[in-house]
Every structure is written in structure tokens, then in C-alpha cells.
């Protein structure tokens, strides 16, 4: 059975607030669910870690909360579909875990503004041009919360699943060796394949470009 975080041996932007058995469809054994909650705005965040101990630096995947995605089966983004590949990864890797961050819908900007921004898609922006037609930022998401998760779990080195180069610099920046980055692709559909050729071009995701 994992450790229970109970103190922490750094500066932190988290508490850990309890720890609990999870039974999911992805592992025979369940998984154990960590909660934390952040010091700076009260979000609470999930750290979920697979049965086993790794061998070495575990599997990692850091994902931000997507409700249209994660919990609708939007096919606009591709976030759900990764949420589903990345725990099947993680159940099959000892000791793997999933970093569920809360509070970065639409990469930040909120579940109301991210549909105001998908109105502008729908007229022909990509995510970066409505994103600042509506005065929001690119991506406003910030990962301290998942490097100050993973040592409090007492993981300094990962394994990261990830296309998003932004993610792992942010990891090293809070004292998180990132030895490894495995991608995490997932197959385009009519729906989203203009939306992951933007994260491919503007934020340099490691993803295939459409033609042209």
C-alpha cells in the first residue's frame, strides 16, 4: 500500500487532505485516490496512484480538467480520449500516477469563457485568436499544485506522459526531474483536427500537422 502524504519537506502551494481506495473499470486492484487542496485558492486536486511500487521513476500523467471532454465525450478537444489511454497506461505501470488538476477548464480560462471562445470557433478562429479576441490568455494554466502533489507523494523523478513541452519544463522548474517524456497521441477526428494542429503550430505540442 502507497504512503500517506503527512508533511512535506519543501516550500508547498498544497495540503493533502485525505487518502481512500478508488475501484476502477482500468485496474482488478483499486486505485488509491489522494485529495489535495491548493493554499492559494482553496481548488482541490486528485492524485491518483496504481497499485505497485515502480521500478525507478513512475509514469506520470498530469492532466487538466476537461468537464466537456473528461465527463461528455466532447469531440472538439481530444482530452477525454487521453484521460481513458493515459489510465490504462498507468494501471498496466506499477506504482503509475494521474495528477487530475481542477480549475483548468479551457486551459484556464473557466467553463463559461471556453464556451464563449468555442462560439468564436465555430465562426473560424483556432483556440489562440478567440482566446485573445475575448482579452483571455493563450493558456492560463499553472502546474506548481502537480510538482508540490508528486513530492508530497515523494516522486522527485518521473516518467511524464505528455505532448505538452510546457508541462514538463513547469514540473523541472518546481524540483521535478522529468527523465523521460512519452507521448500521448491520440487520433484526430473531423471535429478536433484543426484544434490539435493549433496545439501542434502555437504551443509546439509533439503532434502530426495537418497538410499545408
Known sequence: MQAVPVAFARPTTVDFIAVADLPTVYSATPLRAHSFRSRLDGVEHLALVTPGIA???????????????????????????????????????????????????GRGIGLANKMRAYA???????????????????????????????????????????NNPDKAAALRRHGIEVVQVEPLVIAANPFNAHYLDTKARKFGHALPLLPG
Not at 482530452?79 to 498496466?92: D, F, I, T, V, Y
Not at 483556440?127 to 479576441?133: I, K
Open 55 to 105: 521500478e525507478g521513476a513512475p509514469l506520470v500523467r498530469v492532466h487538466s480538467e476537461c468537464l466537456t471532454g473528461d465527463a461528455l465525450g466532447s469531440l472538439r478537444c481530444d482530452c477525454g480520449p487521453q484521460l481513458q489511454e493515459s489510465m490504462r497506461r498507468l494501471a498496466a505501470s506499477p506504482g503509475g500516477v494521474l495528477i487530475y488538476l481542477r480549475g483548468h477548464e
Open 120 to 162: 468564436l470557433q465555430d465562426k473560424g478562429m483556432d483556440t489562440v485568436e478567440a482566446n485573445r479576441a475575448l482579452g483571455l490568455p493563450e493558456d492560463a494554466r499553472d502546474y506548481a499544485a502537480a510538482a508540490h502533489m508528486l513530492h508530497a507523494l515523494g516522486h522527485h523523478q518521473v516518467r511524464l506522459l505528455s
